[in-house]
Nanobody
Framework: QLQLVEAGGGWVQSGGSLRLSCQAS????????MSWYRQTPGKERELVASIYRSGNTVYADFVEGRFTISRDNVKNTAYLQMNILIPEDSAVYYC?????WGQGTQVTVSS
């Protein structure tokens, strides 16, 4: 059964860092496009970053070099390292493999 389980969210002050993880089961992250999305109340879910099979990565414009997406093929886990967080980054962050969604992890950045 395909499953994605996010972890690593929490509360952080503006300028701080968090590392989100997405533990995958039932499939291999290295052969899927793994992505992170985020959503705030009343807004549509938006793409944050993706990592392709080749290892190439793409980021939303608002990331501005602050986030890094990666994966560990041995641990079958995708990550999102978030630095220089700002209050506007507060959202529920979701992991996606193109087919399935995780349950999300809440990130709250205080000013």
């Amino acid at each position: 059964q395909l499953q994605l389980v996010e972890a690593g969210g929490g509360w952080v002050q503006s300028g701080g860092s968090l590392r989100l993880s997405c533990q995958a089961s039932g499939f291999t992250v290295s052969i899927y496009i793994m992505s992170w999305y985020r959503q705030t109340p009343g807004k549509e879910r938006e793409l944050v970053a993706s990592i392709y099979r080749s290892g190439n990565t793409v980021y939303a414009d608002f990331v501005e070099g602050r986030f890094t997406i990666s994966r560990d093929n041995v641990k079958n886990t995708a990550y999102l390292q978030m630095n220089i967080l700002i209050p506007e980054d507060s959202a529920v962050y979701y992991c996606n493999n193109g087919l399935n969604w995780g349950q999300g992890t809440q990130v709250t950045v205080s000013s």
